[in-house]
């Protein structure tokens, strides 16, 4: 397995293909715009080496037998799910924010698992050895893989033939002898920067007349005709700046889009292609573990957010026992979500390929408390923390610093610790809150909508109807069931 | 296993010794303040005995190897846990409301299982080989126990030793020959009515000083010297009323005062005899399956306000459509609390007598959100149900069937039904919701307010401080860690 | 003015025409099923003569110059309408419930004084000058007046004359030289036992085909051809119960349907006829004053829950700490809707004819805010109030005084205060919260859906788009406005 | 009454002593760090002038009968206190955000017109004519007037004459002949830099000890020996790019620290000095007008979150439809603010000096939900924007205008609407929810805390239990009362 400098030297020694402000960045492990999210993926390698760590990081191969990251693994198990969850928990904790370059790519590799599975039990073709060879050697690399649910999807209510661009969705626009040839974008894909490899599947299912679109494979980061560019964030400009007002260095969220100019695909990469049958449950394998793993996420940051109260309240001078009441509700939120992905493992499936499927409705009941938990949390934080931390309402690092008034600054942000402590621990709740570590929680992984979709299709009602009507002694034949 | 008969039929061989207002009830199988809850008990044993709930309702002995009810098991895994919350909600599905005559005693004996286990290692005691003959033999007999934590603690800022009266406790006043002498009462107690025996066992940890109060057995209901008088609870006179004011006859829930007028316990039955030192842990083996499992519950009651809402809806001659963002609403607060118990028992611990304990964090974050999202629940289901089902707003079943102007009442209540399916539907709401069919979820097994407190000594935070100070660049010596 | 005595020989000296149970009613002073409602009206009686009450309870006929019951005045100011909403939480309080046969007439009263001043002014009838002479005779006599919007409604998809049955709601059958026959029915009428006179109007707006249901008018509650069937309400067997396990004597909430069949009203009481045109604002102006006086009332129920759950907590021996933050809750639970009330009182408007009419985007909001705070705030009472609170836990009046084991339920219910003031102030919170005291404030005066359609009508979201247009930079029209 | 030139002018004349990042900033009205604050102030002047809002920006002096703006004027009735409401609310619609160089000031006005009333009165002092005097000019000279509380208070436990650092409370370090010396701070005051002057107050109500810190007085802002940092808020790097990536360009939020370093104070700007028995009233005369005004505030703000929603919506090409609940539920958080800031205003009473005074419970119910309600609008919005508005995740304008993948972005970016509008839409509810535009609600004019002290005050407890007690039959004499 990789040190975390062997990681990076993978990535200084790819070809520039990563934009952003107009700027092509030739080294992503030290560019400001995102080396941050390098720094917090290259901690799953410092920690997958750590003994104390090896369990949560690290898992044994179904292919090879040999240890290997979790994040290359085939998730077998409710145990590995839940193995999942508590992974992703531990790496907000560690970064402050999401390690999307991973995360993704992991979901994709198992929807896709199944899905060639599926396709070659239905169709007799041989996608599942072919994505068994890539993912042993992608194991063996130790290599980081995005993932990418293409989109924009251009005008929703329509298919994507029936777009007036035909390249709303990725699509297949040539076939050659050892290969094949997609146009089309990605818009917001998190983490891309600090991948080696994305993974690309279905964002939708498609109908027959759709079938060029169903395509999934997977290629480098800096393959010929990609063109990345990284989307702004909440105070993004500050990563340039020195000193403390961008608190954290040891993990950072980024976002990009990805536009795909006549790509290249060569045939041994390509997971699928027209098989649009099975794009639906592409889609719906991909979600489930998503779904309850991201309950494991935003509880990880909600420790972070506790603890960053609770140390400014500290320093403002504060004793603990009036935010009890608030530390546990943020408590409970924490638990609430980390504890339904949880649920959602324990609930799962085997898929006969032996993927582990999280059950549906559970998982999206967790998305939807996902996109509320954890902004009440937040306020929370706020609401602990003061005025300081709300807006970040402090001068800059260079006013903190001024030779005329800095001395000033400091004086009178001076409270129980001193001024530095004090406006590091309210940086880190600004940061956390409303600056750059904000996770895009709400819409990451589809909408609270769509989950609610899932939830009422999974929702039994006729059988709650009948379990009113024999309580309430209206249905004789029922009642003798 | 016993059918449904045999179990009535024991039940009315026992000796009379429960009353309500003010009458001794001489057959709690017929008598209208017990025959509901007897009733909903019987289902039980009728659904144990059909093949397709036979998973659900039974399990394998860990004592003798029989196919035994799984309410008197031995919680072994966390798939025995979830199993315990599945039925429950099963329970809540087939009667409407609670079956607390059983769920409580059986949380008793796992409690007492681990514990009694425990003083035999730590004491050289025999209770634990003593409670497994009690064990096997209440296996076979398939009977059914309540369960009982001592109340009423009197001044709870005091001791039992430093009360006023040294009864507001339960303890014991004399040792015999073979056996114990104890006086004092349970006050809230569920299902005893319904109960072959009753299970006892500390209310809170005690100290040296209270080594008298330290004490467990478990004794016939009938036993002499106990006294036991029901509770009210809302609208219980209309249970004595003919018609379908009172919908449901499968199901009820009675809560009912303990006396114990120094009552003898015979050696055997007696689990704990002044061993202080376990009694706090007794406690808390109790708590954490408790408070994990009550989650499916309250989802089973919530399935059945679904349904009643919806059937309501129609009836009013609604379409669903309107009620779906609302019904979604209902389903995630069922399968929060549902899945937060499966989560418990997913993270929870094997005790070295081999009886599985839920996680205390998760299952006391469950029991929060047992005290909160069933009542939004409750007023959803009103919402949907109309001003009908609010507060049950409608005239009598004899006003309903009166000769004079009930053809009146029925010609203004019909709509998309039948007048008195409308009726039957929106006074299940109201049983369900204001009515005799509302199960003490708020502090049922101890009140929220507890539960907290459970939460803050098992949320880590200076664990989360430290996550904090890392992160702000505050702590070198925490980076390097 | 009357006296409470006066007021209730007045009822005493009606036809008997109300029944529950099969039973006709011959006294509602003082059966069971009536007389607490009754007695929570005279206090209105009572009150409105003590100096220290007359500003609350009384005012200046706008009419006569005399003072009269504010209930039976027209509503002419942002400070009566305000009055209205602090009158009704004071009843609440004097109460502990709805006095709901005062406040839905004088709704109604005054909607209709605007209609009539409409219609006048638009078909030059004489229906206002007719309306101010009966309204200027009805306050000399002091009434007490209920109101009807008319229902069932049947089939709501369809208006009345497409009913399969055409008295599915109340229309005029029959023109007579000195006056109109009516048939058809009320359902859910509040407080109509304790009514003098009950004031019907149209329950919808009405296009011209069903211009014989768009009527309106006045009757003694006793009128012949009218017949009244009391509904039932959470634990209304009680009221005929001995002791306290019905706390409260001196109010109570009563709703009924009426019967209508073939009810002549003489032309001198009849304030709408046909004018199908004016129906919807007769609606709506019923509607605003209710929606906002409402959160008074909730407010004023929710006084009496903070007070009897501190009350139960003391008597349980607890100090009142650890409540601060719960009683908090509930009293900006209480606030909220009290001060919406006010608000939607301020940002009112007068109508030609001299009414007060409150603001309904406010008014509305209200309705939907009462739909869920004081739902919230039961639950804390309950959280508060423990578990003899919750489901009324506690053996009956009748067990409480048994000779033979009456003396062990005392003993062990005795905590901080004797046992008899702790089961009163816990059967307080049961009356409130699960009781017979619960208000049907969710659907009375409309449902909480409806009240969303009109935030709809009234929220324009056009005029929110423009401003976020010109912020955004997007409309140079717009910016140059 | 001024021109919005006059106002911009009679800034650039000004002495530069405001800095940001170390930078002295020479001209307020086209820095980028304070010009959009200053367009935003310069709004009140421009629609001052406008026929159509006269009423709501402007009134009539009480000092000169002279037309004067509204922000300069005394709150003498429950009217005036509802228009400050309103043109707050309009005023966020119009710049998006706060005005807070203006409101503080108006409110410290208000606060030392009632105090510098009551000094004359109690202590034969002539504060309040010296303040009509100084009033009566501002009025005329339509100026613009920042306010502020003395901080940062230190360790809070302690009173200021108890602190290590004697300055940690703005106090008077020297009286001289013509005037007194200041030293200190104020720490987080909003909207300096638009303000041609500071209105300063006593933070906290004082002891005797403590009286060289109960000092008020009002000066230029460039006033010698006043040294002034800009704090830092979200994203606040934006606003020197050129583009639409930070949307708003009419209004902005500014918060500054202010240094005072032995400043003089010419007598007749002094409003106390030393009258310590007063501090406490001034700082409560100054909290309830700001926190029953600051519901206008968050509503006005969630009028722009809602159209700027709708906005984002149609331009991702969606219907209206699927978001008419989101749309309902931020109406009704919008209304709930407004309205119940309308309800303390009618709820007030008048102070001897002519002020009028909004109620203190409603005001702090009104902060406390200030402190949640706007929380769960924004999420809302991004609810509804979708993934684009959450984090604001799109490519820079520099990389919308890209020579070389521009094209690609805009592009993908194109959905019902030209990329750039959708653009704008979603940098809007990024600005809003995450960006530079969040007004400080939580903490701002004191934290939710503080709120819930005084709700607590002001609540009586007592009373309530009185009620119950009265109802629950338990106390004789209450009944008689």
């Not at 003994?51 to 998730?75: K, N, W």
């Not at 818009?187 to 599947?201: D, H, R, S």
Request: with cysteine; proline share 5%.
């Amino acid at each position: 397995m990789r040190t975390p400098e062997q990681y990076k030297d993978s990535l200084k020694k790819m070809r520039a293909n990563v934009f952003k402000f107009g700027e092509l960045i030739s080294d992503v492990t030290t560019h400001p715009a995102t080396r941050a999210t390098v720094e917090g993926h290259a901690q799953i390698f410092e920690y997958a080496l750590k003994p104390e760590y090896m369990d949560v990081f690290t898992t044994t191969s179904s292919l090879t037998g040999e240890r290997i990251s979790r994040y290359l693994s085939v998730i077998r198990s409710p145990d590995d799910m839940m193995a999942n969850a508590r992974m992703k928990r531990r790496m907000f904790n560690l970064t402050g924010t999401c390690t999307g370059g991973r995360c993704v790519g992991w979901n994709a590799i198992n929807a896709m698992y199944a899905t060639t599975y599926d396709m070659d039990e239905k169709f007799g073709t041989e996608y599942h050895s072919r994505m068994k060879k890539w993912l042993s050697q992608a194991q063996k690399d130790d290599i980081t893989i995005s993932g990418a649910l293409t989109d924009p999807k251009g005008d929703r209510t329509k298919p994507p033939s029936k777009q007036d661009d035909p390249d709303m969705s990725l699509h297949v626009v040539e076939t050659k002898d050892k290969g094949i040839v997609v146009k089309g974008a990605k818009v917001m894909i998190c983490g891309v920067a600090a991948a080696n490899e994305i993974f690309v599947l279905p964002g939708m299912g498609y109908s027959q007349v759709d079938s060029d679109y169903a395509v999934s494979f997977v290629i480098p980061r800096d393959m010929e005709g990609l063109t990345i560019v990284e989307a702004r964030h909440p105070s993004d400009l500050r990563e340039g700046e020195d000193g403390f007002d961008n608190p954290v260095s040891m993990g950072g969220i980024t976002q990009a889009y990805l536009f795909f100019e006549n790509v290249f695909i060569p045939d041994e990469r390509v997971f699928m292609k027209g098989e649009y049958e099975v794009t639906q449950d592409a889609v719906m394998s991909f979600i489930m573990p998503y779904r309850s793993a991201i309950g494991g996420c935003v509880a990880g940051q909600g420790d972070v957010m506790m603890g960053a109260a609770l140390l400014l309240a500290r320093a403002n001078g504060l004793s603990d026992k009036p935010f009890r009441e608030t530390l546990t509700k943020m408590s409970i939120n924490n638990e609430t979500t980390f504890g339904m992905g949880i649920a959602a493992a324990a609930m799962g499936r085997k898929h006969p390929s032996g993927v582990w499927l999280s059950d549906p409705l559970l998982a999206n009941v967790n998305k939807v408390l996902v996109a509320t938990l954890p902004y009440e949390t937040k306020v929370l934080a706020q609401d602990i923390g003061g005025g300081i931390a709300e807006t970040g309402c402090m001068p800059s690092y260079k006013d903190f610093k001024d030779e005329r008034y800095g001395h000033l600054v400091q004086k009178y942000l001076k409270a129980a610790s001193p001024a530095e402590e004090r406006v590091r621990a309210a940086r880190l709740i600004e940061w956390l809150t409303v600056g750059a570590g904000i996770p895009g929680c709400m819409h990451g992984g589809g909408s609270p909508e769509g989950a609610k979709l899932i939830i009422r299709s999974k929702t039994d009602l006729e059988d709650k109807v009948k379990l009113a009507r024999r309580l309430a002694g209206l249905d004789d034949t029922e009642q003798k069931e």
